[in-house]
């Protein structure tokens, strides 16, 4: 909010400002306008001007808690017209023995020079204003003058003439003023100084073009005050000034801002900015227009914000960023203050040393045992604490957004809203909720126009919505608003200095947005005026202005007052004090990865972890977070900041049956970057484990259990999180098989042979417990067992997790090794016992085809209790898989009755039985798969269905070979192909 230059003057001036613009010469960027005479002018007080039994600061409630019910709050709008004959004073009985006013170009040259001056800097300007090229840097203005602020003459504050005394009663009496309310108690006494402001220093006025006058009047108490009309008279009014009560005081006038109606597409209401008093009960309004005439819909518009217990007594619920406090010392702007999160101090260990998390005794939880360093907050690093919407209580059902933030942030304004510096910590809260509530309901902005605002106390709120979050487009520099932001200064600084706290705060907001868009403190920018406003120029005006300047350099106003914007050089400088420091601190970079970053070693219990330097990193650190054996989602778990180092590699322990998740962050100057995801593992559970239980024959032996007696076991329970058992096992001779079992049911099987320490891994299903149980009388001392997560890191378990030579005719140098091995751990297959083969290259037969799908899908299905076929017998191993293949259609039998179980498969019909299986949507292709497979043939979609996911390619001639008999192996592949595709 401002206090405006005279509309009635605006012409003369602007066209006098461009002419001097034209004629200067640019001036740098940070060029101090001439600093006001401050000589027994007051600093806003933070302290002494408070109502009775209030605090200057109030206590804090609580961090991030949310605005109170707002009571008390009311609205008035007051219809206004015509003028108050009783405002006038008393004619004199010889006036019209009075002379004349003189003309205004009458004037003694000696007070023409006492007007208020402008220097500017110098435009290229073109006979078209939407090709203008203007140049204007910070107005200057004499000492303890305004530069675009109406003065008052130094006898306006003597009664007009009585010609002129005379004219208004006699246009009062023409037109008699329609505000309905009872006169203050002090309205005649008020009537000698009833044309302040209004009149030239010779008793000159045009009475013509004063369209509202009225008493002063008693109201509701309020805090906000303004004037608003149909937005069909927009350009009609051409001065409002108001003076209002405060504690049986009256103000001076204050002539008021006036918006052109071009803030808000399709409002239809205009009107002026709001006066914003800390507390008042009367009020006078003054109105010129083009015409005399009032222009439609003409209202005075009361608010009284109402108040909420939580006023003034929240800690903002934006944190600042952690580095703030660090770079602001560094910049050396103040003594440090606490910040919402402090960071906390690193300790380094040597490279390559070892971590190991603990795992808090209640599950689920963790405790670390490493301090955290100073967490990276980017293109935040200098953001300060903010008080949000929530917190001081805006009404968000009123809210219409804008749309589209600005794409760019070229130049930041610095406001002050004008209003009474007499208020509190809880008014401020008050007076944001007045303002608001003004610009979007009675203005029909539908938000607040300012994007930041600060009181004096140094608080920061957040003005209007989204602007944490980006730039959005507010309602602050009428034809400016895009890619700017505005930030207000609560209170009146045309008649006070702004306390340090209030400049230090404005600065931390700049800073923050400057370093967050990349904006130079210090330099220039380019705006192209879009819209009339209040702006100095037409519609299509380019402007160089700094990027960070006062309102009044680009509008006809005085905003942000005399003695703030004497601040801004310093401000300017200071702020990028900031940026430069913050930009010298700015978080590493992001570590990269190594092909194999996440190496599991002996049993699982250890990773060991690597990533590539990050250029100009001091260190790394490694974050982490864990769960013990039955505990929760690790997903839910926080990050925790573990110890640091140089090296670029960690050797990562876990506790005992602890799954863990480890990140890597690089660290500069104390300040760290973005983390870098590593891996996850399981340990081995502890023998000692309370959801650890083994018997029936089990012993302890050498640091593991032995079993060697069928069906002696080892049960697990609490297992509700884990995926996969991995088991590393040795066997004293022969092979041990070991059924696994998941709540009771099959889950699938080890086949351990004897030759040194074996691994082997089990997928399992959904369940809570897991059993291991020994099929024959081999003896196999289990060293660990493990019950790794969804996520273990790269599947490195599974990879090495393996029941070595499983099958005597499968090795890993064979294409279906993984296949096969695949098969085997998840149950499918058990191969041939009597010579523990698989059968690679034998011909696969019908009902082992449909046993493996069947296995594979693991449908549910209700056995018959008659067999579908007359080859096929009851309780045989095929009697089960071949029913459903019959009922789902997945295999059909002969003529004759028979199924064929024994008869060899060809390469067409397996691909039939898999395609039927798993009934996937596929839009069958006009066009062959295959050069040997026709359309019209019986395999045609199944044959080109896996062409499509690649499960088969053919051969390199072009064909596919359909009748041709398909092995034990190729089918493993086929199987194994599609279900890592699924």
Known sequence: MSRTLHPALRTG????????LTATTVLPATAMPVVPDTAGIPVASTTAEHPAGEPAADPAVATGQEASEVKGAQEESLSLGGIDAEALPEVLPDAQDLPEAPEADQEPEAEQK????????????TDEAEEADAALMSLTEPAGASAVTAQKPADSASQPSDVVIQDLQEKAQADPATLDAPAAEEAEELTDTV?????????DVEVEKIATLTQPVETMDFIVAGVTWDIEDAGQVTEVSLRVRENAEWTDWNSMEIHSGDEMPNADRVGTEPLISSGADAIQVRVTTVDGENPSGLKLDLIDPGTAD????????????????QIEGQAG??????????????????????FVPAVHAQQGLITGTAQATTASTGSNALKPAIITRAQWGANESVVNDWGTPSKDLKAMYVHHTAGSNNYSASGAYAQIRGIFTYHAVNLAWGDIGYQFLVDKYGKIYQGRRGSIDAPVVGAQAGGFNTDTIGVSAMGNYDVASAPAAMVRAIERVLAWQAHRYDVDPTANTRLTQSGKGTARWSSGTTVTVPTILGHK???????????????????????DRMVANAEQNQAPGQPSLPSNPYRLTGTGTQAHAYWNAVPGADEYQIMYRAVPQGGGSISSQQWIAGKTGTATNYLLTNAPGETAQYAVRAVRNGVAGPQTYLGQHTAPLSWDDGDVYFGNGTTRSNGGIQADTKPEAIRIEGAGQADRVVVTATVASGTADIRVERDGKFAGRMKIRAGGSTVCAVPLGAGSNVRLELQNNATVTYSSVALTRPGQSQDVALDN?????????????????????????????????????FGLYRDISRGESVAFLYRYLDPSFSVPSKAPFGDVAKGSTFFEPISWAARNGVAQGYIGGGFGVSQSVTRGEFASFLYRAVKPRFSVPSKQAFSDVSTKSSHHAAIAWMKSQKLSTGYADGTYRSGQRIT???AALLLHRYHLNK
């Open 13 to 20: 001036a602007a066209t006098a400002l461009a002419l001097a």
């Open 114 to 125: 006492q007007a208020p001056t402008e220097e500017a800097e110098g435009v290229e300007g």
């Open 195 to 203: 044309m302040d402001n209004a009149l030239s220093a010779t008793q």
């Open 310 to 325: 939580t006023d003034g007594k929240l800690e903002p619920a934006s944190p600042a960023s952690p580095a703030l406090q």
């Open 333 to 354: 702007l103040s003594t440090p203050e606490p910040t919402e999160a402090a960071a906390a101090s690193t300790s380094s260990a040597p490279a390559g040393a070892e």
């Open 553 to 575: 350099v680009t509008n006809m106003t005085a905003c942000p007052g005399r003695y703030l914007d004497a601040q801004l050089p310093t401000i300017r400088r200071n702020v």
């Open 801 to 837: 997790a393996r029941c070595q030579a499983s099958f005597g005719d499968v090795n890993s140098s064979q294409t279906a090794f993984n296949a096969v091995e695949w098969m085997q751990w998840s149950g499918l297959t058990h191969g041939y016992e009597k010579d523990n083969t």
């Open 968 to 970: 034990r192996g190729e």
